[in-house]
């Protein structure tokens, strides 16, 4: 058996970007109480402006205003993650979801249909890309290793 870990690292902020006319905007997704507003995550165009992750929107508005923000929707992130779930399946009968941000599948049995690792790496990383979502592949002997 051969194992596949996706790591969806910017889940949040690629379910909302996907979605948008306007990939490269400068946003940020707010999540917190109303007095203590937080960035949970942000852009790559609002990550140029120097805005991080935990940055508080205070913060962030006294660094620049040059970036739009939104409350993080939690139900849109998991709606994103049900739908990588199911994309896996095309590679997989075994995928797993109980890691936060992550998916792991066994890819053995799928050798046989897309060719070796170097082939379904490839294949993975261009419908990942067409989806519109940031990602790191790894591949494992173990689904733990």
Do not use: K, N
């Amino acid at each position: 058996m051969r194992w596949v870990c996706l790591l969806l690292p910017h889940l949040a902020m690629d379910a909302v970007l996907r979605q948008s006319s306007e990939p490269d905007l400068a946003l940020a997704l707010v999540s917190g109480p109303a007095q203590r507003r937080e960035l949970h995550a942000v852009s790559p165009a609002a990550r140029r402006l120097g805005l991080r992750h935990g940055m508080r929107l205070s913060a962030a508005q006294a660094l620049t205003s040059a970036f739009t923000h939104q409350a993080h929707d939690p139900h849109l992130d998991q709606q994103a993650f049900d739908l990588l779930a199911t994309w896996a399946y095309g590679f997989s009968s075994q995928v797993c979801t109980g890691f936060a941000h992550a998916l792991v599948l066994e890819i053995g049995a799928s050798r046989a249909l897309f060719g070796d690792w170097t082939d379904i790496e490839r294949r993975m990383r261009s419908e990942l890309t067409a989806l519109g979502f940031r990602h790191r592949l790894v591949a494992a002997p173990y689904p733990h290793a």
